[in-house]
């Protein structure tokens, strides 16, 4: 049988590369970490509308190449009923 015993966080023993607070120092460290986090953030949202902005000017593109080729098939079909016209004469 298995014992399952409820852990609290205080009775855990910290990992060797985790530092305690010593004098505000990691909460200097914490801040800056938290701007530099805040500024990646921000970069990354501008990025992503960057990337949407360049997205629906692609799909438009190809919305209206396929509107072109559409037309030039149609038209490309009626004069290759022409032409048939003209040879069934």
Sequence with gaps: MVEIREVRLWELEPSPG??????GKDCVSLRASHTNVQKATLDLCKRLEASKVAYV????????????????????AAELAKAEERRAE
């Design 18 to 23: 985790l530092q305690t607070l010593n004098g």
């Design 57 to 76: 000017a692609e799909v438009q593109r190809v919305e209206e190449l396929t509107v072109a080729l559409a037309k030039r098939n149609q038209l490309h």
